[in-house]
Structure formats: C-alpha cells, structure tokens
C-alpha cells in the first residue's frame, strides 16, 4: 500500500524560507512522478512543483519559479520542496502526490494516483 507522508509545514514572515518533506513507502518510486499541489482555503487544488523520479526533471508553476525547488532523495524514498522568498499568497495546505505513469510531463490533480494528507504551509504579512 502507497503512503505518502508530508512534514515541514508551519508558520514563517513573508520572505521567509520553509522545507517541505515527502516521505514515500510501499512501492519501488523510481518507476513513478511525483508532485506537490496546494490548497487555499475556498480555492481548488493547483499544481505547485512536479519532478519524474528516474531522470530528475523537473517541472514549475509559473507563480513559484525562481523561488521553490523540488528534489528527490532515492536513499530515503523521500521528495523534497525547498520554498524560499515565501509570500502570503503561498499560504496554504500543501500535498504530495504521486503517479504511475512518469512519461506525462503535465502534473494535475486528476492524473495523480496517490495523496498524502498534506501540511498546512501559513506566510504571515
């Protein structure tokens, strides 16, 4: 059974930096993407940073570019969102989600197959 738990979340200033971690168990990642989305509250889940395990790439929204960064520790199954120059706007329950097929280079909520419970991520003015 896939388990994906999400750590790191808390309250920071605007400008802030927080790390965001992903642990995965259950199955062999290497095969998979995996993603991180967010949720404000009353708006619906968006896409915030995706990487294809085997390989690295990575991909972006374009409102965190430049700011966040996501990485993956093949030793300890774990995916990482490094998030710097944080703002309010990036307030929000923050997921990781993974999925089976890693040849698709576009991350949606839809096309994930497996969810942590996410960690809420608070950026005060």
């Known amino acids: 059974q896939v388990q994906l738990v999400e750590s790191g979340g808390g309250l920071v200033q605007a400008g802030g930096s927080l790390r965001l971690s992903c642990a995965a168990s259950g199955r062999t990642f290497s095969s998979y993407a995996m993603g991180w989305f967010r949720q404000a509250p009353g708006k619906e889940r968006d896409f915030v940073a995706g990487?294809?395990?085997?390989?690295?790439?990575?991909y972006y929204a374009d409102s965190v570019k430049g700011r966040f960064t996501i990485a993956r520790d093949n030793a300890k199954n774990t995916v990482y969102l490094q998030m710097n120059s944080l703002k309010p706007e990036d307030t929000a329950v923050y997921y990781c989600?993974?999925?089976?097929?890693?040849?698709?280079?576009?991350?949606?909520?839809?096309?994930?197959?497996?969810w942590g419970k996410g960690t809420l991520v608070t950026v005060s003015s």
């Open positions: 990487i294809i395990w085997r390989g690295g790439n990575t």
């Open positions: 989600a993974a999925r089976k097929n890693s040849a698709r280079t576009i991350f949606t909520v839809d096309g994930m197959d497996y």
